[in-house]
């Protein structure tokens, strides 16, 4: 089966200007995730979609940070402005349903350089 | 809060060496467990995972773990590790319940050939 797809693989930015990040989870999962992965830290998970619903979004800085899931498929993450400590990996996930009981599919990230 | 410690943040070790990564949560209830790996420029892969059962888990490419319960540990164990393992190795928990996958902060692992 085809993985999570993200793009772009890489952005690089100036700081207060706005970048957008797209995933496209694999087809019949339900759940998508948006993760932060700063360098020499652990993922970190930044908002979740059941369908096109919001799950948890208590650790995303929505003062800078929008997602959404429009028609339950695709996201996008979008950063506006953008500061020099949001430059991180962002990851997309998927899974079948809540809890990722089957696993969760990572997608390749995008990294992004705010200089 | 719940929380995710791996105490290795560097490991080396030479072909054939057998490998053991430490995982403790924080979390008294009920969990599920998981291993990722992540390759040099590749997406994280599952290694292994835990939801309820026999508490050694094996998983691909010859890993193994160990959920101790009275521990709160999920070490990850390989007898004898490759130059291919090379890799960035995460521990991550779920609470059954809730929905959100906590990572800890992983360990690189370097294997010598």
């Known amino acids: 089966e085809a993985g999570v797809a993200q793009s772009p693989r890489y952005k690089i930015i100036e700081k207060r200007q706005s970048v957008a990040f797209w995933c496209n989870p694999i087809?019949?999962?339900?759940?998508l995730y948006w993760y932060q992965q700063i360098l020499g830290q652990g993922p970190k998970l930044l908002i979740q979609?059941?369908?096109?619903?919001?799950?948890?979004d208590s650790q995303l800085p929505k003062d800078r940070f929008s997602a959404e899931r429009l028609k339950g498929v695709d996201s996008t993450l979008k950063i506006q402005p953008a500061k020099l400590e949001d430059s991180a990996v962002y990851l997309c996930?998927?899974?079948?349903?809540?809890?990722?009981?089957?696993?969760?599919?990572f997608g390749s990230g995008t990294r992004l350089t705010v200089v | 809060a719940q929380s995710v410690s791996q105490h290795n943040h560097h490991v080396i070790l030479s072909e054939a060496a057998s490998l053991e990564l430490g995982c403790n949560y924080s979390?008294?209830?009920?969990?599920?467990l998981f291993w990722y790996v992540q390759y040099p420029g590749q997406h994280l892969q599952l290694l292994l995972k835990?939801?309820?059962?026999?508490?050694l888990v094996k998983g691909i490419k010859g890993f193994e773990a160990e959920f101790i319960k009275s521990k709160f540990s999920f070490n990850l164990r390989k007898p004898s590790v490759q130059w291919s393992d090379t890799a960035e190795y995460f521990c991550?928990?779920?609470?059954?319940?809730?929905?959100?996958?906590?990572f800890g902060t992983g360990t690189r692992l370097l294997v010598s050939p």
């Open positions: 996930a998927s899974s079948l349903e809540q809890a990722g009981a089957s696993g969760y599919t």
């Open positions: 087809s019949g999962h339900a759940t």
């Open positions: 979609f059941q369908n096109n619903g919001v799950v948890d």
């Open positions: 979390y008294g209830g009920t969990v599920n």
């Open positions: 835990y939801f309820s059962g026999d508490p």
């Open positions: 991550a928990v779920t609470v059954v319940g809730f929905q959100k996958l906590v």
